[in-house]
């Protein structure tokens, strides 16, 4: 049997090779970040060559029962994900949320790559997808930051060309540089337990950071970006621009945050999560951002208790390249011109951590699949990850963006029953439930049999 060549190191790419491998594939896993005479070669938004790396934020989203991002996950963990068992090892307090260390996030799953026989490790670039190789099959998930070569190849082979947009990263700050006079901890949106740092604003304070936020220099605009942001990942002050309450209704947004030292509410909030386990550095959720790093600190310690704050890591934008999914994929994420080749991750068109592993496990399955000689049975529509994908490549080719997974991409439940059942926590746990059940008797169809230990 020939192998399956798996491009990419992120979070789809491991996913599959360890998926894959785990059903008794041969796996060649092709990564170009590389250590190159003792330094590392790198994208512009990585800073290790580990699989794996988490850039943006560490959140992997809700763990609350019956949400959208709890049920993907759910139907994860029963498929045996390896990234979802690792996040799971190596997940920090995060309230109603699943965040992990993603330092020690990143080494378990480099180790459980190198730990892996049927898997080998090659560190260089791919630029070519022949069409006769030594490979039975070839997994994309080449992500954000696929190269130009490797782009430029994917146009030769689909005739169609690709998408791209930009995506952001949110600052980190010490935790010990943190004025913890002037903050106070408790739960996102009283969900969950208090593991979030909270800096409050009254309308004041608020009114002079936005102030400064809305005259802060832009970072130089490289010739290969352009404005064409992800509605959902969108810099802050793109949202600060849009009005002087966008933040305050986004991440600044202050409900449920009463501050318990004076009772009230406050006008706005900056909220901080945890990095890792030791605690010794916060993020600042939502607050991704293309400024130049010297306006970044200046603006950013307007911020009540981030005054003297020092920064780990400043905001900064990268590249987000996907394919046309609607155009160019089937059901088995197989591309229709070249059905040798799987897409997944973010290329494939999904949007987040959580939804990049789901497409690197079910092209890992499907990839298998077909190494066997059988012809894989797409996922049901009915669940979580068959709605992840039923949209990607159902969706309006013309105006197709990148999606996360939310109740909107689920069937609704029969009209008969919508009509029954008007709480809508209600619906989605029935959603879920039939979602769950379906997502069960396809994978028990699957060959869990044959899945080594």
């Not at 699943?98 to 791919?126: G, N, Q, W």
């Not at 900056?270 to 600042?284: G, T």
């Not at 012809?375 to 049901?380: A, G, L, S, T």
Request: hydrophobic share 40%.
């Amino acid at each position: 049997m020939k192998k399956i060549r798996i491009i990419g190191g992120g979070l789809a790419g491991p996913e599959a090779a360890l998926t894959a491998a785990r059903l008794g594939c041969a796996v060649d896993l092709y990564e170009m970040r590389a250590m190159v005479d003792g330094k590392p070669r790198l994208t512009p938004a990585h800073q290790t060559t580990e699989f794996g790396e988490l850039v943006c934020s560490n959140s992997l989203k809700s763990e609350s029962p019956n949400t959208a991002p709890w049920l993907l996950k759910q139907e994860m963990r029963r498929a045996g994900s390896a990234l979802m068992r690792i996040a799971d090892e190596t997940a920090v307090p995060a309230g109603h949320a699943l965040a992990v260390d993603r330092v020690e996030f990143s080494r378990r799953i480099t180790e459980a790559i190198a730990a892996e026989p049927l898997i080998r490790v090659i560190r260089e670039e791919v630029t070519r997808l022949e069409a006769e190789s030594d490979y039975a099959l070839t997994i994309l998930a080449t992500g954000p930051l696929t190269s130009d070569a490797l782009c430029a190849e994917i146009e030769r082979i689909t005739g169609s060309g690709h998408l791209a947009f930009y995506d952001s990263i949110s600052p980190i700050v010490e935790a010990d540089s943190i004025d913890m006079e002037k903050v106070y901890f408790a739960a996102r949106w009283e969900k969950g337990t208090a593991d979030y740092i909270n800096c409050p604003m009254d309308r004041a304070e608020f009114d002079r950071f936005l102030d400064a936020l809305l005259e802060a220099e832009p970072a130089e605009t490289k010739k290969w970006e352009t404005a064409d942001y992800f509605e959902g990942c969108l810099p802050i002050e793109i949202l600060a621009w849009r009005g002087r309450d966008t933040l305050r209704f986004g991440p600044m947004k202050p409900v449920g945050l009463r501050d318990p030292r004076t009772g009230k509410t406050p006008w706005a909030v900056v909220q901080l999560r945890k990095e890792n386990l030791r605690a010794d550095s916060y993020n600042l959720v939502g607050f991704q951002n293309h400024l130049k790093f010297g306006e970044q600190a200046r603006v950013l310690r307007l911020i009540p208790g981030l005054e003297n704050a020092r920064f780990l890591r400043y905001g900064q934008i990268h590249r987000n390249t996907y394919v046309c999914a609607p155009v160019l994929l089937d059901e088995t994420l197989r591309l229709k011109c070249a059905p040798r080749i799987l897409i997944a991750g973010q290329l494939s068109g999904v949007e987040g951590y959580t939804e990049s592993i789901a497409t690197g496990l079910l092209a890992g399955i499907y990839a298998a699949k077909l190494a066997h000689g059988e012809e894989p049975v797409p996922v049901p529509r009915a669940s979580a990850l068959g709605s992840l994908v039923h949209y990607i490549i159902h969706a309006d080719a013309r105006n197709f963006q990148p999606a996360n997974m939310t109740f909107d991409l689920l069937e609704p439940l029969e009209e008969e029953l919508r009509k029954k059942v008007r709480d809508k926590k209600e619906r989605h746990r029935l959603q879920c439930e039939r979602s769950l059940a379906a997502f069960d008797s396809w994978w028990a169809a699957q060959t869990q049999p044959k899945l080594q230990d």
